[in-house]
């Protein structure tokens, strides 16, 4: 049983109930069912090249869900910083700042 299944949670559903049933079905069960289940990396790893490439691709909307996301995949509040960090390197400063400050929020230190 997958996550999703296991926890109820259904992203797509979520954000778009019946307004956008394609959306819906490919997020929940492709992506979050059948793409982030597969064997071939644990789900930490796809969470941290997840958000190197949604900062890499400036895509801060997204980020701060897969932020999150990390988290609960195992990934530390400080190992993602220190990414973050890391890409504002080879990603661009300002998605870098984008990042961090995306993170800030998700993290609490936003006053």
Not at 45 to 57: C, Q
Not at 76 to 99: D, H, V
Request: proline share 2%; glycine share 12%; hydrophobic share 40%.
């Amino acid at each position: 049983m997958s996550e999703q299944q296991s926890t109820g949670w259904i992203g797509g559903k979520n954000a778009f109930g019946d307004f956008a049933p394609g959306m819906v079905h490919y997020t929940d069960k492709v992506l979050f069912d059948e793409v982030w289940e597969r064997e071939g990396l644990s789900k930490r790893d796809r969470s941290l090249i997840t958000v190197a490439a949604l900062t890499a691709m400036g895509k801060m909307d997204q980020l701060k869900f897969h932020l999150a996301h990390a988290r609960t995949n195992g990934v530390t509040e400080e190992e993602l910083k220190e990414a973050i960090t890391q890409l504002a390197f080879y990603t661009g400063w300002p998605n870098g700042m984008g990042a961090m400050t995306v993170a800030k929020q998700v993290f609490g230190g936003e006053e």
